[in-house]
């Protein structure tokens, strides 16, 4: 039976749960605002469709020029060619990890995974810009390696631990009757991965690619450090670029307060908050619905 005292403490924790969870949707909802306020100043100066589908970035020049569709193009050509690198390999990974290794192999797997997105993204880029630039240089024969091939694929390496941890998590929640149910009616081991096992997880692996993609979609120091921030409409993944989330951290620090310059960065972190959120929410409708399964 429950003392009083006890069922206090219960009903203060869940109190504080509810704050919790109450204040985050606050902060989410301020941070919207905030640039909300800051950023529709630059449709004064701009209209949407000219700061959407623009295809000039020269937000110093006189008329400052605030076409953002090459950095909307760069972000998401980057995103593109991370995903399609990271998505195989992680699934791929995290069936390896959850059906075929051996025990121990498992656990020393799992903690490379780990230690692998505890490395901050500026050590990553530092490698990236060091050893893998002047790689693909040599390799592809180009002018430069800072390309947004280069960006895909320190985005790729940043996104894997994502991606597999959460497509493990679905994978192993596949009821156990589905693959004995496979083995029974005579399906090999690779069989039942394949025509079992992985329609069961499906859903979660969606949004493990889903939550890889808001992951690389919002990184910042890595791939301001090896895609050569040009804010020009790319052509192929081997042509510098400029994404959204380095333009801001490149040019925030140096645009005059009050400023068309000033405000179409807030207006690109709208555009990247919208993006962002959107990825997200997707992500978070797909993980509920594997678990309702």
């Keep these: 039976m429950k003392t009083p005292s006890r069922r206090f403490r219960e009903f203060l924790i869940e109190k504080l749960i509810f704050l919790c969870g109450i204040a985050s949707v606050v902060f989410v909802a301020l941070i919207f605002i905030f640039l909300l306020r800051e950023g529709v100043s630059v449709f004064k100066t701009v209209s949407p469709g000219s700061f959407l589908g623009g295809r000039f970035w020269y937000p110093i020049s006189n008329p400052a020029r605030l076409g953002i569709l090459p950095l909307i193009l760069g972000s998401l050509l980057v995103t593109a060619g991370a995903i399609v690198i990271a998505v195989p390999l992680g699934i791929a990974a995290a069936f390896y990890i959850a059906e075929v290794a051996p025990k121990r192999l498992r656990t020393i797997l799992k903690s490379c995974v780990e230690v692998l997105s505890a490395i901050p993204s500026v050590v990553l880029g530092f490698l990236g810009i060091t050893v893998l630039v002047p790689f693909l240089r040599n390799l592809f024969h180009l002018p430069t390696g800072l ?110 307060k009050g400023t068309p310059h000033y405000f179409a960065l807030f207006a690109v972190g709208i555009v990247l908050f919208i993006i962002s959120f959107a990825i997200n929410l997707t992500a978070d409708v797909l993980l509920n619905r594997n678990r309702k399964r």
């Design 147 to 256: 390309t947004a091939f280069s960006g895909s694929i320190m985005l790729a390496f940043m996104a894997l631990p994502t991606i597999i941890t959460i497509s493990e998590d679905a994978i192993k929640a596949v009821p156990r009757e589905y693959k004995d149910g496979a083995l029974a009616l005579g399906a090999t081991h690779w069989q039942t991965l394949y025509r079992v096992v992985i329609h069961g997880a499906l859903p979660g692996i969606i949004a493990a690619a889903m939550l890889g993609i808001g992951r690389v979609f919002g990184e910042t120091m890595a791939v301001m450090m090896v895609t050569g921030n040009a804010a020009v409409i790319p052509h192929s993944l081997f042509e510098p670029v400029r994404t959204l989330t380095a333009t801001i951290a490149a040019e925030m620090g140096e645009a005059a």
